[in-house]
């Protein structure tokens, strides 16, 4: 299976702040990658597919960028309801694997 | 727009099996895969596998020995069952639909989750 690893493990951030998060996987999976949020009593919510589209109706200070081993998820100003965990998913090979995830909140 | 919930027992026994389904509302199950995840406890996501509305199937091969996924089409729903749980099968499980885009008679698969259900909380315990 291929193996996601996400940095850093968590984070604290203010409201404005641009936040990145890393992916890696451990052999080249192209573009072939998805985010994810994840927030306590909500249903996760896919943000970016194919390493850089945003799904419909995610807010533009989202973007999604890297290839092959090495992929990021910015927030270029981050919002109160931005706050959360998020995911990296590779789709190069089944089965599809989740990064451990990234939590974000509120410094 | 469409919505998945699911419903299932919230307590299964060791050595019981897990059933759950979820319902699709607002659409039809299509030509997508319809996909199993499970949170388990301070952990992250794990995908089980996927299912279409043809009833092919794909399972997470370290699961295939204990996961069964069919599909109904004629409720609009699909389902899940894993055999011989152990407290390790303790998780939140999510439905989701995979993301596609149609042009013509071509169907792009993006193998992204963009609609899920709210999640159920299986506990395995005696």
């Known amino acids: 299976d291929i193996q996601m690893t996400q940095s850093p493990a968590s984070l604290s951030a203010s409201v404005g702040d641009s936040v990145t998060i890393t992916c890696q996987a451990n052999q080249d999976i192209t573009n072939f990658l998805n985010w994810y949020q994840v927030t306590p009593g909500k249903a996760p919510k896919l943000l970016v597919y194919d390493k850089s589209n945003l799904e419909t109706g995610v807010p533009s200070r989202f973007s999604g960028s890297g290839t092959g081993t090495h992929f990021t998820l910015t927030i270029s100003s981050l919002h109160p309801e931005d706050l959360g965990t998020y995911y990296c998913q590779q789709y190069d090979r089944l089965p599809l694997t989740f990064g451990g995830g990234t939590k974000v909140d509120l410094k | 727009q469409v919505l998945l919930q699911e419903s299932g027992p919230g307590l299964v026994k060791p050595s019981e099996t897990l059933s759950l389904t979820c319902i699709v509302s607002g659409g039809s199950i299509g030509s997508h895969y319809w996909s199993w995840i499970r949170q388990s406890p301070g952990k992250g996501l794990e995908w089980i596998g996927y299912i279409n509305h043809s009833g092919t199937t794909t399972y997470k091969s370290s699961l295939k020995s204990r996961v069964s996924m069919s599909v109904d089409t004629s409720k609009n729903q699909f389902s899940l069952k894993v055999t011989s749980v152990t407290a390790a099968d303790t998780a939140v499980y999510y439905c989701?639909?995979?993301?596609?885009?149609?042009?013509?008679?071509?169907?792009?698969?993006?193998?992204?989750?963009?609609?899920w259900g709210q999640g159920t909380t299986v506990t395995v315990s005696s």
């Open positions: 989701a639909r995979e993301r596609i885009t149609v042009s013509g008679i071509l169907i792009k698969h993006y193998y992204a989750m963009d609609v």
